[in-house]
C-alpha cells in the first residue's frame, strides 16, 4: 500500500494549508468551527487531489463529480478546497468568513457558480440531496448515454458527521438509497466521536458499518489520517458500482491543536491565537501571514486542474460528437437541462381535461400530470407511498427501480422527509422539474426540506392532498389544521389550494413555470363541483384571487379557499335569496395575491366593503390582513375529529347553509 | 415447544373473533384498514392472553405494562382488545368506529381513562413515546424501588409496522433506546410485506434484523401467525432486560381473507360483504349476528383478568407498605404524581435570580432550570446535543445513561424528532413535567412531535433558543423566521417569547403550571437588558401582552416581542425626543393575550389608536390580527444572513434608530 499521496513534504504541506486557512478565517471572524476541517483535511485532500473530477472555470459541467459537505458547520473546508482548487473563491472571501454580504456564509449556501453544489448546515440535508442527485444521474444515464457515449459517468462524493447519521432523515435517505443500489454515491463518515455536548458516546452507540450493511450499502473503515489509505478506499468505492458506499473514517477533532484536539472545545468556536500560534509552530508552519498558501501548494493544484482539463475537454468534444450522432436525443437533452415549459401549457392542459365534472381537486391534480408528463420531459416525480391516494402516478410509465431507471414513478416509501430532501437533490442536479406527493398533514414531517428549497430557490413541486378536516373518518391525527398558515410564513414559497378542476390546472401551470421556489399544491380528498365558471375565469389563480360570484350592491366580500369556494357560492345563493348581497371571491394563492398592485387587489376585495369573512377549514392565523378590523373568519380554532366528512362540515360549520347562518348574524350585529 | 397458548380451539376462536371485530367494524363504518388487524391477530392474542399484565379497572395503575400501537391506522385491533380485555370499551362503541363523538376514531386518541396510551397515526411516533416511556420507567424505578419493593417493574409493548420503521423518526428513537439499552421495551414488528402503493420491496429492502442489532437491539424472527412461538419469543424478550427487543413477525395482511391477503387492497379499504362472507365461511364463523364475540372468548378473558388481579392487588398492598417504610420516598411519589408545582414558584425564582443584569433569555433560562429543578420534583429533560447553547443542564446534576438512571440531564444526542416524541412518551408515563431543548430553527424537524402534544393535551416544554436572525454568523439555515408563526398556528401550544431575565421566569412559571399542552420558550442567543421594568411588572407576562412605557399622549402603539422589546423601548426614547408619543408594548405571548376579555385587551391596545407598529424579527405572518388595518409590521419577509447580529440589526432595520425611522416615516404618511 503506498503510504503517502505525492510525497510526504507536499502532502503535509497541502493538509496544512487547508487547516490553517480554516484556523485563520474562523479565528479572524471570531466564530465557526475550525476542529471538524482540520480532523477532516487529510481525507479531503486525498479526495481533492486525486479522484475528484472538476473544473473550475465550468463549474456547472453536468459530467463533474458532485462534492457535497453535508456536515455544513465545516464550511470553512468547503471555502479551503474551492479557494485552492481555483475557483472564484479568492483569498479576500476567506478573509471575509461569516461577514454581511460575503460568499462564504457561516454554512455553505447553493451557489452553482462557486462549486457550492447545496446548502448545507441543518443536519443531515445535505446527505440526503446527495440520494436525490444520484437518482437523477441514473435517470439521465439511463436516457442519454449511447454505446461509447458515456455522458453522465461521475461520482457523488459527501462528507458527513455523526449529527447527519443520528439524524432520522438519514435512515429514510441512506435506505433509499440502498434500495436504489446508488452506485454514484461515496460518503466519507467523518467518525470523530465529539459532539457539541462532549464524547459521542454520551448519546450514540451505533454500529455505523453495520447499519449501512443493512441498507446494503458497501462499507469500508478508516483512519482518516492515513491519507493513503483514504485514497485506496475511495478507489475501492468508486469501483463499487451497483450499492452505494460509505468510508467509516476515524478521525480526530482539530487534528493538529496541540492542547484542544479530541475536545469538544475546538468543534464550535475559534481555537484562539494561543492555540493556534502553538498549532502552527508544531506543523512548522509560519506565524505570518495567515491565509498563507505556500507556492508548491499553488502548483499542484494547478497541476491537478491540468490533468483534469483533458477530461473535461474529451467529454466536452464528445458531447459535440453525440449531438451529430443522436440529435433527438441532444434536443432532448436540451430541453431537459432548460427544463422548458410549453408557454401554452396551460391552455393545452385546460383544452384537454374535463372541467366541468364535478372531481376532487387530487384527481384533478391526477388528470394534470398526465398531460403535463406528455409536455414537460423535465417532469418527474413520485410519491411517499401514498400514490393510489395523491393520484401522482404517471399511468402506464413504470416504476423508476434499481433495474428500471427509465421507470416514471418514484416509490419514495413510508419518507416524507427522505423524499423532500431528495426532491430538493433532483432539482439540484439539473434536467428535472421533481414532485412528491403525501398527505397535506405531512408535510410536517418534511418542513425543514421546503425551507431549504425556499432558501435555495428550487424549482420543485409538492402534490400535499387530503388537505383538511374532510379527510374526515381518518381523524383528527390526519386533518391539517396550521399547515396552510404554516407553509404560508415561509419566504419565497407558493401556496396554491384551488377550488376546482379548472383552477388546479392553473395552479399547476404555475408551479411548472415557478423557476425560483417551491410551489406546494393543497389538494382535496373530496369531490368539488366545478365553481370557477370556465375555464378562461380561473386563470384569475394567477392574480392569487378573483371574484367567482358577484352582486349589484356588495354587502359582503366572502373570501374561501379551496373546496370552501363552493361552499362559498353556496352561501352565496342563500343570502340572495334574503336580499343580501355577497361577493365571493376565490383566493388559491395569498403570495401571488400580495404581489399584484393595489388597484388590483382593490377591484378584488374593495376596500370600502368593510363587512368581510375568510372561509377556510383551517386555522384562521394570518386571515386579519385579508378581512380587516371589521371582519370575520370562519375557519378551525381546534383539532379535527373522526367521522365521515359530510358530518364534519356540518358540526364545523362549513355548509353553505352554516355559512350563510354566520354571515347573516354577524351583518346583524 | 408448544404449539397452542390454550388449545387449538380456543386460539382459533378468540383469533377469529379479533379478526371479525375489526373487519366487521371498518365494513360498518365503511372506512378503516381491516388488513392490518388480520395480519396481526394471532401474535396480538397471544401478547394479551398471556403477557401483558393490566387492571381494565384500574386503566391508570402505575405498573401496568404498557401496550402501544404504533402502526394506529389498525386502531380496530387495539379496540377489539380493549373490548375483550374489560376497558370501558362496549360494543356499541365498536359499532360506532370512526363515527362522530365515538371512543373509536379512525386512529387512537390517546385516552387513559380507556387503555390507550398515547395517539398514534402519524407513522413512528408511538414506537418512539415507547422510548420516552422505558427512560421515565427507568428513572422511576431507580428513584422508587426499594429491596423488595419493585414499585415499577413492567413492559413497554409496541406493535409497529414498515412504515413506523421507514420513518426516520425511527431511527432517532431506537438507536436512542439502543444506547440506553432500555430492556423493558419489546416491539413486534409487522413484516406484511405490504405498504399502501404495494409490496413494500417498491421501496423498502433494509435488513431489519442487521439494522436493530447494529442499535445493540435483541433481536429475534419469528413466523407471526404462530402464536406459541410469539409467546415462547416474548418470553425471551422479557428476559433480556439490559438492552430493548424487537421481534420480526412475519405476517400476511389480512390473513384469513380468501382473495384479499397479502394485497395492498386489504391494507386501507373494507373488505366489503361478499369477501367478509367468504371469510367468515372459510373460518367456520357465522355471519351473523356481526361484532360476535363466542362465549367462550368472553369467559378466556374474564380468567385472564383473574389471573391478573392478585399481581395488581399484591402491588397495592405493597405500596401500602412502603407508603409506611418510606414515607418520605412515598411523599415525593404523590408529588411527582401529581406533578405538584410550588403556588408561589414565581415568586421563589424571581426573588433568586439577578432580573437586573442584562442576559441572554436563554441565559436567564439556565438560571431558572437551576431553581425549578429544586422546587418541582417532576421536572426532567435535556437537550438534542445543544445543552451549552440551549443552557438547560441542571449543574451538578449528572447525566442520565444506561449506568446512571439518577443522573438528571438527558442527552437526547442529535436527534430533535426523536426528542420530541421521547418527551411526550416521559409526558404520557407520568410523573415528570419533560423538557426538550434545541435551536428554534430545529422545532421544524420535530413539529409532527409538537403537534400530537398539543393534541393530546400533555403538559410538556421545549426550550428554544437561537430564536431570531440574531443568531448572527450561523447564517439563514440557523435563522428562523417562519418558525414564530408556525408555532403560534398551532392549536392548543402557547408560545412565549419573554423579553429578558424576569420575563424569563414567568414564562417558564406558566409553563410549569400549563397542564393542558405543549408550552415552548423562545428566547435569545444575546444578551438583552432588563426591560419588563421590575420583576413583578413582568408578571403581566401572564396576560400575554402589557405596557412596558407610556406617553401621556399614545400617537402610536409599539407591538414588540422577545429581543425587539428593548429595541422597541429604544425607538420609543428617541421618538420621544421628537415629541411623538409612543406606547410600548410587550406581547411574549399571544395566545395568553387572546385569552383575557376584551377591557383588558383594550387597556393594552387602545382601539382607538390606529397606528400600530408590531416589531419582531421573523416573518410578519399573523400580526395584522393586532396592529389592524392601519398599521404596519417590522418583520422579516425575507430570509436571514450570515453576519455578526449587530451588523444584521442595521442591515435589516431592527436597532433603536431604525425603528423610530421607520415610525416616524409612518406616522408621516
Known sequence: ?????????????????????????????????????????????????????????????????????????????????????????????????????????????????????????????????????????????????KPGYDLIDHRIYVIASDGDLEEGISHEACSLAGHLGLGSIVVLYDDNHISIEGDTELAYSDNVAMRFEAYGWYVQKIDGHERAAASLALTKAEAVTDRPSIIIARTHIANGAPTKHDTAAAHGEPLGEEEIKAAKQLAGWPLEPTFYVPREVRELFAKRAAELLPQYEAWQSMFAQYRQAYPEQADLWDKMMGKVVPSNIEDIILSNIDCEKPAATRAASGMVIQEAAKLVPSLWGGSADLAPSTKTDVKGAGDFEKENPLGWNIHFGVREHGMGAAVNGIALYGGFIPYGA????????????????????????????????????????????????????????????????????????????????????????????????????????????????????????????????????????????????????????????????????????????????????????????????????????????????????????????????????????
Open 438 to 669: 403525501t398527505f397535506l398533514i405531512f408535510s410536517d414531517y418534511m418542513r425543514p426540506t421546503i425551507r431549504l428549497a425556499a432558501l435555495m430557490g428550487l424549482h420543485v413541486v409538492h402534490v400535499f392532498t387530503h388537505d383538511s378536516i374532510f379527510v374526515g373518518e381518518d381523524g383528527p391525527t390526519h386533518e391539517p389544521i396550521e399547515q396552510l398558515p404554516s407553509l404560508r410564513a415561509i419566504p419565497n414559497v407558493k401556496v396554491i389550494r384551488p377550488a376546482d378542476t379548472a383552477e388546479t390546472a392553473v395552479a399547476w401551470a404555475v408551479a411548472l413555470e415557478n423557476t425560483s421556489g417551491p410551489t406546494l399544491l393543497a389538494l382535496s380528498r373530496q369531490n368539488l363541483p366545478a365553481s370557477s365558471g370556465d375555464p378562461a375565469k380561473a386563470k384569475g389563480l394567477r392574480r392569487g384571487a378573483y371574484v367567482v360570484r358577484d352582486s349589484d350592491k356588495i354587502d359582503v366580500v366572502l373570501i374561501a379557499t379551496g373546496s370552501e369556494v363552493s361552499a362559498a357560492i353556496g352561501a352565496y345563493e342563500i343570502l340572495k335569496q334574503k336580499g343580501i348581497g355577497a361577493r365571493v371571491v376565490s383566493m388559491p394563492c395569498m403570495e401571488l395575491f400580495d404581489e399584484q398592485d393595489q388597484a388590483y387587489r382593490d377591484s378584488v376585495i374593495p376596500p370600502d366593503v368593510k363587512k368581510r369573512v375568510s372561509i377556510e377549514a383551517a386555522s384562521p392565523f394570518g386571515w386579519s390582513k385579508y378581512v380587516g378590523d371589521e371582519g370575520i373568519s370562519i375557519g378551525m380554532t381546534r383539532f379535527g375529529a373522526s367521522a365521515p366528512y359530510k358530518v364534519l362540515a356540518e358540526k364545523f360549520g362549513f355548509t353553505p347553509e352554516a355559512i350563510a347562518a354566520k354571515v347573516e348574524h354577524y351583518l346583524a350585529n
Open 1 to 145: 500500500m503506498p503510504e503517502v499521496i505525492i510525497d510526504k513534504h507536499t502532502d503535509d504541506l497541502t493538509v496544512n494549508t487547508i487547516k490553517f486557512l480554516a484556523v485563520d478565517a474562523v479565528q479572524k471572524a471570531n466564530s465557526g468551527h475550525p476542529g471538524m476541517p482540520m480532523g477532516a483535511a487529510d481525507y479531503t485532500y486525498a479526495l481533492w487531489i486525486k479522484h475528484l473530477r472538476y473544473n473550475p472555470k465550468d463549474p456547472a459541467w453536468p459530467n463533474r463529480d458532485r462534492f457535497i459537505l453535508s456536515a455544513g458547520h465545516g464550511s470553512m473546508l468547503l471555502y479551503a478546497m474551492l479557494h485552492l482548487a481555483g475557483y472564484d473563491m479568492p483569498v479576500e472571501e476567506l478573509q471575509q468568513f461569516r461577514q454581511w454580504c460575503s460568499h462564504t456564509p457561516g454554512h455553505p449556501e447553493y451557489d452553482p457558480k462557486l462549486g457550492i453544489e447545496t446548502t448545507t448546515g441543518p443536519l443531515g440535508q445535505g446527505i440526503s440531496n446527495a440520494v436525490g442527485m444520484a437518482m437523477a444521474q441514473r435517470r439521465l444515464a439511463a436516457l442519454f448515454n
